[in-house]
């Protein structure tokens, strides 16, 4: 099974700043012809269902706001939360969908200093 | 506006059966994969079993081989789990979840097995 490894498991960011979460893979998520990452962002408030965010490692959901951007490639990804705002407040989940089973990283909570 | 509808939770002894349906609306059900994904109180998702557009294939978590099984009707734009043997570890809610890479998910369905 491919292990994800969140980093930090939770941060405090001043509204405004920069939010970073790092995910590696146990093993490269590249794969089809046009060398797509099978890695995806979600995003999880209290009460809710996770909510894609980011998927093919760096492309944005519609709708998603473009302070929240993702990058990487093969084994290392990393979410930029930038101007962070109250709404952000979440845990936030890499997921690789490169095979089964799909898996998850243990999440990262954010939240205001 | 895509919907997704899991209904079919409840409390239910170890060693008991659910099945759990998921009603699917917005969107061309047959056009995609479908998967199951629970979420244990305080922890983080797991995903739990996923089906091709045409149920051909389907694909499970370690955990669940044997004793749960999915399934869809196309024609009725509904998703199953058929849940056996049930233990507490299997205590969580259930989420109906869109595509391979499950990018949109129901609201869930709380499953509790306790005696």
């Known amino acids: 099974d491919i292990v994800l490894t969140q980093s930090p498991d939770s941060l405090a960011v001043s509204l405004g700043e920069r939010a970073t979460i790092n995910c590696k893979s146990s093993?490269?998520?590249?794969?089809?012809?046009?060398?797509?990452?099978?890695f995806a962002w979600f995003q999880q408030k209290p009460g809710q269902p996770p909510k894609m965010l980011i998927y093919?490692?760096?492309t944005r959901v519609t709708g998603v706001p473009d302070r929240f951007s993702g990058s990487g490639s093969g084994t290392d990804f990393t979410l930029t939360i930038s101007n962070l705002q109250a709404e952000d407040v979440a845990v936030y989940y890499c997921q690789q969908y490169y095979g089964a089973p799909i898996t998850f990283g243990g999440g990262t909570k954010v939240e205001i200093k | 506006e895509v919907q997704l509808v899991e209904s079919g939770g409840g409390l239910v002894q170890p060693g008991g059966s659910l099945r759990l349906s998921c009603g699917a609306s917005g969107f061309t059900f047959s056009s995609h994969w479908m998967a199951w994904v629970r979420q244990a109180p305080g922890k983080g998702p797991e995903w739990v079993a996923n089906?091709?557009?045409?149920?051909?294939?389907?694909y499970y978590v370690d955990s669940v081989k044997g004793r749960f099984t999915i399934s869809r009707d196309n024609a009725k734009n509904s998703l199953y789990l058929q849940m056996n043997n049930l233990r507490a570890e299997d205590t969580a809610v259930y989420y109906c979840v869109r595509g391979f890479g499950l990018d949109t998910w129901g609201q869930g369905t709380l499953v509790t097995v306790s005696s």
């Open positions: 089906i091709k557009k045409d149920g051909s294939e389907t």
């Open positions: 093993q490269s998520l590249i794969s089809g012809s046009n060398n797509d990452n099978f």
């Open positions: 093919w490692a760096s």
